[in-house]
């Protein structure tokens, strides 16, 4: 998985949610989220099915209005505009294309909605169909396309009116993984062309992490963690932003004493497990998670870990080692295949460095937490 450059949004962002809130009934399906983003943006909302992260992108494009809060848009607050009247454009996952239009006419619906005059309606079509490589395709109809085809009209005609900020609700998900894999690097580099502010619903973790400048990963309706792909995957704020962005080995434990930006010990079943980075941790004694992923954990005569050997599986690239302990957590380490691989039942000690751990509360955390 490759991780996108960062971007740097401002204090006021050019897009912003303060404390917005969505209920349906009894049911709050976004809690208070605030977020800025900035001009140009690469964003994901990242997370399970019902996290919430689907409604927020529909109180953005206009289709369901918040309970609390608000949504602005440079500053301008969204509140009571309707979805045609926003500088904003939705793709959905269905794509949605009319199948009795050809690929043209499609991508010309919105703007012949708007009144665009013809000649201008034409000269757009063309520019989209150019930029996302379909213009050889303009006459066909929706049912004679491929689905990654298909995707290239759906995102043109999302694109062909000019929005300050395109929404992109599973874009790939109807996709089969190979076209998935070779359409984000297409996406990433079309947004990055046009410099237009992109945010995207996904609960595909590798995605968000290839596309994504950052990533906002949502729980039970809340923002919980938010920041660059590689901040989320090596410092995670809780066990299940760990869990979420990659394999993990979790070991539960007591947190020693420490301040902030101080080295922070674990008492575990395993013993005393010291110089962790304090971020996201407790008070003494309260109950926390070291989050070691498996190509951090290595075989070593004095490693920290003893155990035994399990079972090995090979993935290609490396070769996945389950290792159980005496005292009961299974520690799972990659190391790089071509090597000596130990055979099950064998003995070895697995050593990691203290600053590629994360220290974790075991409870849940604040809403947005940063990385």
Same mark, same amino acid.
């Given at each position: !998985?490759?991780?996108?450059?960062?971007?740097?949004?401002?204090?006021?962002?050019?897009?912003?949610?303060?404390?917005?809130?969505?209920?349906?009934?009894?049911?709050?399906?976004?809690?208070?989220?605030?977020?800025?983003? =900035?001009?140009?943006?690469?964003?994901?909302?990242?997370?399970?099915?019902?996290?919430?992260?689907?409604?927020?992108?529909?109180?953005? =494009?206009?289709?369901?209005?918040?309970?609390?809060? @608000?949504?602005?848009?440079?500053?301008?607050?969204?509140?009571?505009?309707?979805?045609?009247?926003?500088?904003?454009?939705?793709?959905?996952?269905?794509?949605?294309?009319?199948?009795?239009?050809?690929?043209?006419?499609?991508?010309?619906?919105?703007? %012949?909605?708007?009144?665009?005059?013809?000649?201008?309606?034409?000269?757009?079509?063309?520019? !989209?169909?150019?930029?996302?490589?379909?213009?050889?395709?303009?006459?066909? %109809?929706?049912?004679?396309?491929?689905?990654?085809? @298909?995707?290239?009209?759906?995102?043109?005609?999302?694109?062909?009116?000019?929005?300050?900020?395109?929404?992109?609700?599973?874009?790939?998900?109807?996709?089969?993984?190979?076209? @998935?894999?070779?359409?984000?690097?297409?996406?990433?580099?079309?947004?990055?062309?046009?410099?237009?502010?992109?945010?995207?619903?996904?609960?595909?973790?590798?995605?968000?992490?290839?596309?994504?400048? @950052?990533?906002?990963? !949502?729980?039970?309706? %809340?923002?919980?963690?938010?920041?660059?792909?590689?901040?989320?995957?090596?410092?995670? =704020?809780?066990?299940?932003?760990?869990?979420?962005?990659?394999?993990?080995?979790?070991?539960?434990?007591?947190?020693?004493?420490?301040?902030?930006?101080?080295?922070?010990?674990?008492?575990?079943?395993?013993?005393?497990?010291?110089?962790?980075? =304090?971020?996201?941790?407790?008070?003494?004694?309260?109950?926390?998670?070291?989050?070691?992923?498996?190509?951090?954990?290595?075989?070593?005569?004095?490693?920290?870990?003893?155990?035994?050997?399990?079972?090995?599986?090979?993935?290609?690239?490396?070769?996945?080692? %389950?290792?159980?302990?005496?005292?009961?957590?299974?520690?799972?380490?990659?190391?790089?295949?071509?090597?000596?691989?130990?055979?099950?039942?064998?003995?070895?000690?697995?050593?990691?460095?203290?600053?590629?751990?994360?220290?974790?509360?075991?409870?849940?955390?604040?809403?947005?937490?940063?990385?």
């Amino acid at each position: !998985m490759t991780t996108a450059s960062p971007a740097s949004p401002p204090a006021t962002g050019h897009l912003r949610f303060e404390r917005v809130a969505k209920r349906f009934g009894a049911v709050t399906a976004v809690a208070e989220v605030s977020l800025d983003l =900035a001009a140009g943006e690469f964003f994901c909302l990242l997370g399970p099915s019902g996290c919430g992260k689907s409604t927020l992108l529909r109180m953005l =494009a206009g289709f369901e209005e918040p309970s609390a809060g @608000r949504i602005l848009l440079d500053g301008q607050d969204l509140a009571g505009t309707p979805p045609h009247r926003r500088p904003v454009n939705m793709m959905f996952q269905s794509y949605a294309l009319f199948p009795h239009m050809s690929v043209a006419g499609n991508v010309a619906y919105g703007l %012949r909605q708007a009144g665009m005059p013809a000649a201008e309606r034409d000269a757009r079509v063309a520019e !989209m169909l150019r930029l996302v490589r379909m213009e050889e395709y303009a006459g066909r %109809r929706p049912d004679r396309l491929s689905g990654g085809q @298909r995707q290239r009209v759906a995102l043109a005609r999302a694109l062909a009116r000019r929005p300050r900020v395109l929404l992109l609700d599973e874009p790939l998900g109807a996709l089969d993984r190979s076209l @998935r894999e070779a359409t984000q690097g297409e996406l990433r580099a079309l947004q990055r062309r046009l410099g237009t502010t992109f945010v995207v619903v996904t609960h595909d973790p590798a995605e968000a992490m290839t596309l994504a400048d @950052r990533i906002g990963v !949502m729980e039970g309706g %809340r923002l919980v963690q938010v920041g660059r792909a590689d901040a989320l995957y090596e410092r995670p =704020a809780s066990r299940f932003v760990a869990g979420l962005l990659g394999d993990a080995t979790l070991i539960p434990g007591t947190l020693g004493a420490g301040g902030a930006g101080e080295r922070r010990a674990l008492d575990t079943a395993l013993g005393r497990l010291e110089g962790f980075d =304090a971020h996201g941790a407790g008070p003494e004694g309260a109950p926390g998670l070291l989050v070691l992923r498996p190509e951090r954990l290595a075989p070593r005569p004095d490693g920290e870990l003893p155990g035994t050997v399990l079972d090995a599986t090979y993935l290609g690239d490396r070769v996945m080692l %389950r290792v159980a302990t005496a005292a009961g957590p299974v520690l799972r380490a990659a190391v790089p295949a071509g090597g000596a691989v130990p055979e099950p039942g064998a003995a070895l000690r697995l050593g990691y460095a203290p600053e590629a751990a994360a220290l974790v509360p075991e409870g849940p955390v604040s809403a947005g937490a940063p990385a």
